[in-house]
């Protein structure tokens, strides 16, 4: 079955880093994606990795892929107080035109 | 347009009234998704449109819900006598292509729908 999970919550003080975890279940994945949303706004695509790569950079995020375990992680590097906000994980599969999403992990920054 | 236009933004609605929801996908994309968020949830998927397909209804949780689209342009989300229960965010969001090539979506602001 489609099934995307991350955890609900993660607090980080500013300028340490922050890592989200998500795992999902389908292995025949073939795109896999960060989205961020802001309050009162829609979700913003961050990044996204093809499901026969390792790792993705991109300025102050890091996208790592293990396929065999079926866990992806963003890394945000010198998180900052615009960071704040919920990080969805989601995944598209060949057979569907659908992306699944994971109920997405919203970031707290303390000071 | 230059991204996903959604309207109204915000909308308060009598229980038992019918609402309707507008979506302007970006000009070329042929895929659109509708979506619920409701508050404190993840997104909770609707329903697709793909082209001239039939599109594909199997997230539209009761017949109180509808949607159409006119070729690959605007799309209309209907909720008929609405429920305190369908107060939520909904998001609707276009694809250039099918998702496998990795374009991922592009989601409008969405419409905070209040049933009181």
């Known amino acids: 079955g489609e099934d995307v999970e991350q955890s609900l919550f993660l607090s980080v003080r500013e300028g340490d880093s922050s890592v989200i975890n998500c795992t999902y279940t389908d292995s025949s994945s073939t795109y896999l994606y960060w989205y961020k949303q802001e309050p009162g706004a829609g979700l913003q695509l961050l990044t996204y990795i093809f499901s026969n790569m390792d790792m993705k950079q991109d300025q102050r995020l890091t996208v790592l892929l293990n396929k065999k375990d079926k866990h992806l992680s963003l890394r945000i590097a010198d998180t900052q107080t615009g960071d704040s906000a919920i990080y969805f994980c989601?995944?598209?599969?060949?057979?569907?035109?659908?992306?699944?999403f994971g109920k997405g992990t919203r970031l707290h920054i303390l000071p | 347009g230059a991204g996903v236009s959604q309207s109204p933004s915000n909308k308060v609605t009598e229980k038992g009234k019918d609402v309707e929801l507008r979506c302007d996908p970006i000009s070329g994309h042929t895929a659109l998704y509708w979506y619920r968020q409701r508050l404190g949830q993840g997104l909770e998927f609707l329903i697709y449109f793909q082209g001239n397909s039939a599109p594909d209804k199997s997230g539209l949780p009761s017949d109180r819900f509808s949607a159409e689209r006119t070729g690959e342009s605007v799309s209309t989300l209907t909720i008929q006598r609405t429920q305190q229960e369908d107060s939520a965010v909904y998001l609707c969001?276009?694809?250039?292509?099918?998702?496998?090539?990795?374009?991922?979506?592009?989601f409008g602001s969405g419409t905070r729908l209040t049933v009181v």
């Open positions: 989601a995944e598209s599969i060949f057979r569907d035109d659908k992306i699944i």
């Open positions: 969001a276009s694809s250039l292509r099918q998702t496998i090539q990795g374009y991922g979506y592009t």
